[in-house]
């Protein structure tokens, strides 16, 4: 089993920036690639980002030149740095992780664009 737990979201400005943290513990051998997805209300869950274990990376297009994904394996912990947030970027936040064909999700963070 693995736990994931999401933080950072809140409350930001237009134009602002939040960087989400997700902390992979557990059974966290073979852990393939993680990645971040959001749902806005009223809407269906979509890829944001995702990283491979060997740091390949794939952004979603309205993430791409704004968002960054990375991870820190010492700390098992992976993030999505996001800039010029945009209110259309209000959603919640989820981590998943992909171990031997199986997904684990996480919680879910939420942010929220708005002046």
């Known amino acids: 089993q693995v736990q994931l737990v999401e933080s950072g979201g809140g409350l930001v400005q237009p134009g602002g920036s939040l960087r989400l943290s997700c902390a992979a513990s557990?059974?966290?051998?073979?852990?393939?690639?993680m990645g971040w997805y959001r749902q806005a209300p009223g809407k269906q869950r979509e890829l944001v980002a995702i990283i491979s274990s060997g740091g390949d990376t794939n952004y979603a297009d309205s993430a791409k030149g704004r968002f960054t994904i990375y991870r820190d394996n010492a700390k098992n912990t992976v993030y999505l740095q996001m800039l010029s947030l945009k209110p259309e970027d209000t959603a919640v936040y989820y981590c998943?992780?992909?171990?031997?064909?199986?997904?684990?999700w996480g919680q879910g963070t939420q942010v929220t664009v708005s002046s």
């Open positions: 557990g059974s966290i051998f073979s852990i393939s690639s």
């Open positions: 998943n992780a992909l171990q031997l064909g199986r997904l684990y």
